[in-house]
């Protein structure tokens, strides 16, 4: 089955600071999203992005599906920002959505 | 409006309980999921329904129980769960297929 790979695990950063996170997957996928679920659990999609790139104010996403990657960018960043931030795929049958194993992001004033 | 409903927010249970974990949901969407999230893990699903029919079942034990009354609610009913099966439970619907998933804020099981 599909696996859903994602790096760094762990990325702390001051406020203000730049960063990539990285999403690889096994296989083709279908309808790539980004998530940031904050530290009461809340699941908040970031972006749906199977190709291409988008940006939502400090936040951007670009998918390279040909070579099975995604990074996600966060622009200068706030403690606000903090929490686990995953990516998911469906697979191919398209029945079920695949999460990685996360990145925890902490930003410090 | 994006949001899907979840109550409670907190369940603490024995045992011996029988416990119902309710979703709601009013984008019109004609999916919506379960899954199960253990503490420093990403969510694992459980089950999925689509158009009101139980459609995935990940071998999830008998003792989690899925219910669709309609197109709107989702309901888990539990019953004689174990301790291991504290977790975050989150509900999710979509449109349909692989269209994009939104998440409820989740309950908060704790199973004693």
């Known amino acids: 089955g599909i696996q859903v790979e994602q790096s760094p695990p762990d990325l702390i950063l001051q406020e203000g600071a730049n960063s990539t996170l990285r999403c690889n997957f096994s296989?083709?996928?279908?309808?790539l999203q980004w998530f940031h679920q904050n530290p009461w659990g809340q699941l908040i999609n970031l972006f749906y992005?199977?190709?291409g790139t988008k940006q939502n104010g400090r936040l951007s996403a670009t998918t390279v599906a040909t070579e099975r990657y995604s990074l996600l960018y966060i622009s200068s960043s706030q403690t606000t920002d903090s929490g686990v931030y995953f990516c998911a795929a469906y697979n191919q049958a398209g029945t079920a959505l695949i999460f990685g194993k996360g990145t925890t992001l902490s930003v410090s004033s | 409006d994006t949001e899907v409903t979840q109550t409670p927010k907190h369940l603490v249970m024995g045992m011996t309980n029988k416990k119902s974990l309710k979703c709601e949901q009013h984008m019109g969407h004609r999916a919506m999921y379960w899954y199960k999230q253990k503490a420093k893990k990403p969510p694992e699903l459980m089950f999925v329904?689509?158009?009101?029919?139980?459609?995935i079942n990940e071998s999830v034990p008998s003792r989690f129980s899925p219910e669709c009354p309609n197109s709107s609610l989702l309901n888990l009913h539990l019953h004689a769960l174990q301790p291991e099966d504290s977790a975050l439970y989150l509900c999710?619907?979509?449109?349909?297929?692989?269209?994009?998933?939104?998440f409820g804020p989740g309950t908060r099981l704790t199973v004693l």
């Open positions: 329904y689509s158009y009101e029919k139980l459609s």
């Open positions: 992005i199977p190709s």
């Open positions: 296989d083709s996928v279908n309808n």
């Open positions: 999710a619907s979509s449109q349909a297929g692989t269209d994009t998933q939104y």
